[in-house]
């Protein structure tokens, strides 16, 4: 049951994202799930991989490289989920932002 509040969680922080954004497009409630679908899976499988690798250039940058890597994360969903659009890596990067806040928000009401 909880995976279902954090897939609706996580839909509702998208679509609250890509709302507020011009840079964002979601083009309907499909893509919207699709688009939780493969964040989840490359939040899961994907992330944790390229955080070990980048460990390195985060440390020497204090953490600032992590928004990098969040935004390139972004842009690979963009590209695997049709529906779903980001208009460029600036763009990514605000989005991978105000998606961290958004989720953090959405996140305490729903619990």
Do not use: C, Q
């Amino acid at each position: 049951m909880s995976l279902i509040f954090s897939l609706i969680a996580t839909m509702l922080s998208v679509g609250l994202s890509a709302y507020l954004l011009p840079g964002v497009n979601v083009t309907g409630v499909g893509p919207l799930f699709w688009t939780a679908i493969v964040m989840g899976i490359v939040n899961t499988l994907i992330k944790p991989v390229l955080k070990i690798i980048a460990f390195p250039i985060t440390l020497v940058t204090l953490g600032l490289f992590s928004v990098v890597l969040n935004a390139l994360l972004i842009l690979l969903i963009d590209a695997l989920v049709p529906g779903f659009s980001v208009d460029g890596f600036l763009w990514a990067m605000i989005f991978s932002l105000v998606l961290s806040i958004v989720s953090s928000v959405v996140g305490t009401i729903i619990k």
